[in-house]
């Protein structure tokens, strides 16, 4: 056996990602896809796999090298072309697939990279068979990839038009009150999504909606600016639109379109806590019409509101670690109707449990136009508390920094809990706040998340965190 290259930084714990030409090639995308193939596959019992891939210029080619991989240990390949990651995991779950999506998400235009998953969209992470992907795919590097003796076959499959019916089936926006809505798709798959879904790209029926559209064709240089509405930077642009059109709401899209911001019609970021709680009582309500118990999942970062407003509604609320990996499992195991994250992940039962940015869009867009008010009024209440934001310190040794913080504020009434780093909650008592402080996996940081129901309570504990954390 030859060496085997270490794969471990670009095989991660959820997906793949790495540097077109340097770690990441056709070789290595060939040797990725029979390794998908043996270690996830086949043991799965199937014999086919769907694979997309979104605008990026090198995805179309590491497409056909994946599929060159599974095909040569005997599996079928279906190939959807074009797609955003939801629309991957809408193939997967209508045909009953595993899939694979060639992505880098929000990274810069340098990077791809491929996100799995089992039949009907179930999350493929480090602990259920990516581990084993990258050990195989290491292993066929080195020794080059077994050749089963049936080769799997090609074939192309357009699932575009079906996946805009199938959202707009559990999104009804046809009486809706008229809305102008400013859509920023970075250049990437929001561009191709949008106009199937929200106008008639697809041939379907027109909405009540006139879209504004910034940056809509699809270029994976991101000649604009990036695809990653998590950086404020990257929303200028839109929140400009909003005020200079007058218009309703605005929504941006990450590059794989996984993910949706919204921005209200005074050109001010929407929190995604204010979207789940307004999303997740949507759901609840709809659960409870048809008699059944309504459970949505939350991660632990998410606002307070999020928690309290669904109790009260008649929800079960679930507490979630941080990461699509625990939220989609978690999702599975309670049967959760709906689950949000901070970072504008926002997954659905009747989605396969996936995370769909277009979804959860629909929800903003449907209770929008279902009444008078504008958009800021509407989440007014979904937004009661201040919160920080994330804060990312870069420390030399996150443990000590995580200690030297339970040292100072554990105590005096503070509760204290480690499901996900350290979480420290005054919330039962004044002055109501809470701080949950995360060590990054893979940099030397430690992210600060602090919220309170007074916006002074929040400066100041937030500030008196950061001196701690940051101790020379």
């Known amino acids: 056996m030859n060496d085997a290259p270490d794969l471990s930084g670009l095989i991660k714990a959820y997906d793949v990602r790495g540097i077109v030409g340097d770690n990441l090639t056709h070789e290595v995308a060939t040797a990725i896809g029979a390794a998908f193939a043996d270690a996830v596959v086949l043991p799965d019992g199937e014999s086919q796999v769907v694979i997309g891939h979104d605008m990026r210029d090198s995805g179309p080619g590491l497409a056909q090298a994946i599929a060159a991989g599974l095909n040569a240990r005997g599996v079928d390949v279906v190939s959807i072309g074009l797609c955003s990651t939801d629309g991957l995991y809408h193939a997967s779950g209508v045909l009953d697939l595993p899939g694979v999506m060639v992505t880098a998400s929000h990274n810069p235009a340098a990077y791809n990279g491929m996100k799995m998953c089992r039949s009907r969209a179930r999350a493929v992470g480090e602990n259920s068979g990516l581990g084993e992907v990258r050990s195989l795919a290491s292993r066929y590097l080195a020794d080059g990839v077994p050749q089963a003796d049936a080769v799997g076959a090609f074939s192309e499959r357009d699932t575009v038009g079906d996946y805009a019916s199938f959202l707009r089936s559990l999104v009804p926006l046809e009486n809706v009150r008229p809305l102008k809505v400013v859509v920023d798709a970075a250049n990437a798959m929001g561009g191709y999504t949008v106009p199937a879904v929200l106008g008639n790209a697809a041939g379907l029926e027109a909405l009540p909606l006139e879209i504004v559209p910034l940056y809509f064709e699809l270029d994976g240089t991101f000649p604009n600016h990036e695809a990653n509405p998590l950086d404020p930077a990257n929303l200028v642009d839109l929140q400009a639109a909003v005020r200079e059109h007058g218009a309703d709401i605005g929504l941006a899209f990450d590059g794989d379109a996984d993910r949706c911001f919204a921005v209200d019609e005074r050109g001010e970021v929407v929190p995604a806590s204010a979207i789940t709680a307004l999303v997740g009582l949507r759901e609840t309500a709809r659960e409870r019409e048809a008699g059944r118990q309504a459970t949505v999942i939350h991660n632990l970062i998410s606002s307070r509101a999020v928690p309290e407003q669904l109790e009260a509604a008649g929800a079960i609320p679930a507490r979630s670690r941080v990461g699509h990996s625990f939220i989609k499992a978690q999702m599975a195991e309670l049967n959760a109707v709906f689950g949000g994250e901070h970072s504008a992940h926002f997954y659905f039962r009747d ?122």
């Open 351 to 472: 989605f396969f449990y996936a995370d769909s940015g277009m979804l959860a869009a629909m929800h903003v867009l449907a209770a929008l136009g279902a009444q008078d008010k504008p958009l800021s009024e509407l989440l007014a209440i979904h937004d009661p508390y201040t919160a920080s934001g994330e804060i990312n310190s870069t420390v030399a040794d996150a443990a000590a920094a995580t200690q030297r913080v339970r040292e100072t504020f554990a105590g005096d009434g503070v509760a204290v809990d480690e499901m996900d780093g350290l979480t420290l909650s005054h919330w039962d008592s004044e002055p109501r706040w809470w701080a949950n402080v995360r060590a990054s996996n893979t940099e030397p940081l430690l992210r600060l998340n602090v919220e309170a129901a007074d916006p002074e309570v929040m400066e100041r504990q937030r500030d008196a965190l950061l001196a701690v954390i940051r101790e020379a």
